[in-house]
């Protein structure tokens, strides 16, 4: 009943910018928390950023100064704005709303099927 779309993701050099975004859609009446995480090859699915519904915003150190999380609350839009791009970077970034509540009456967590973002040297 949830579904969570990214996009924006591609190929860029390093030192290059990207900016994605992850639309929510279906019943939803309100997402607590709205975030993005990545995954590189051979790697653990790692946290990025996380933003919460009042705007409240958590980076990981590696991000931190590059990147900026951003939301709508209506629609239920999160964006990664991502700076000085390394190839470090390089992964799988996807989406994730924690705490959704929908109809009817109902709640729980969704993730997207994911961006490949590409930075090359």
């Known amino acids: 009943q949830v579904q969570l779309v990214e996009s924006g993701g591609g190929l860029v050099q390093a030192g290059g910018s990207l900016r994605l975004s992850c639309a929510a859609s279906g019943s939803i009446v309100s997402i607590n928390v709205m975030g993005w995480y990545r995954q590189a090859p051979g790697k653990q699915r790692e946290l990025v950023a996380r933003?919460?519904?009042?705007?409240?915003?958590n980076y990981a150190d590696s991000v931190k100064g590059r990147f900026t999380i951003s939301r709508d609350n209506a629609p239920n839009t999160v964006y990664l704005q991502m700076n000085t791009l390394k190839p470090e970077d390089t992964a799988v970034y996807y989406c994730?709303?924690?705490?959704?509540?929908?109809?009817?009456?109902?709640?729980?967590?969704?993730w997207g099927k994911g961006t490949l973002v590409t930075v090359s040297s």
């Open positions: 933003i919460t519904s009042a705007g409240m915003t």
């Open positions: 994730n709303a924690e705490n959704v509540f929908f109809s009817p009456f109902r709640r729980g967590d969704f």
